[in-house]
């Protein structure tokens, strides 16, 4: 088989050329790769690209699995208005639902379909550095969109609680977990437990673990 062709190329390194415009096709030089060169090779990649994110001025944030396309805003105006609120101030404003004085933190997905990048305000059910996302859509018939995004793109997924946000990996949990978790829920949020006596579906509930 000839060297140098598409396939000796990692998908982060090939995210990392269409990011800066490169032609993520280009070959790599001809010849046997050992592992250690490919290591090398992929950390200089990651090292020049980020060398030109900080000249462009490109959040140092966004490095290594981010989230990146383009960004389409809540259709609800109060929604937009307070994912505006809260990443421009860092956290400071924006930061609970209306006038509840309750904490909320920022999510962003992946649409399921459109694969843009959505964000929305999530109550904040936190504990040990996890972070309870609480499917309830107040007890609709049906589950959120947010949520169908975060099953199609669990890797996809970014939390801001306070002033920067960080990436996580996100699992929906079951059985005592998932009763733990919810005991947890509905102690952030009291009217979790209102909104599953108005739907017949069980509210799911999922867990954002830090990356």
Known sequence: ??????????????????????????????????????????????????????????????????????????????????????????????????????????????????????????????HDGEYALVASMGGAPKNPVWYHNIKAHPADVRIQDGPEPFDVEVREVEGDERAVWWERAVAAYPPYAEYQTKTERRIPVLVATRR
Do not use: C
């Open 1 to 126: 088989m000839a060297h140098g062709t598409q396939a000796e190329v990692s998908p982060e390194v090939w995210r990392l050329r269409l990011l800066v415009g490169t032609d993520p096709r280009q070959e790599v030089p001809a010849g046997p790769v050992r592992a250690s060169q490919r290591t090398v090779r992929a950390s200089d990649e990651r090292q020049s690209r980020r060398s030109a994110w900080t000249d462009s001025g490109f959040s140092p944030l966004h490095w290594g699995m981010a989230l990146n396309g383009e960004y389409e805003a809540s259709p609800w105006e109060w929604v937009r208005d307070q994912v505006e609120e809260y990443e421009s101030s860092g956290g400071e404003k924006g930061n609970t639902l209306r006038d509840t004085g309750l904490p909320v933190v920022i999510v962003t997905t992946r649409g399921n379909k459109s694969a843009k990048v959505r964000k929305m305000a999530l109550m904040r059910v936190e």
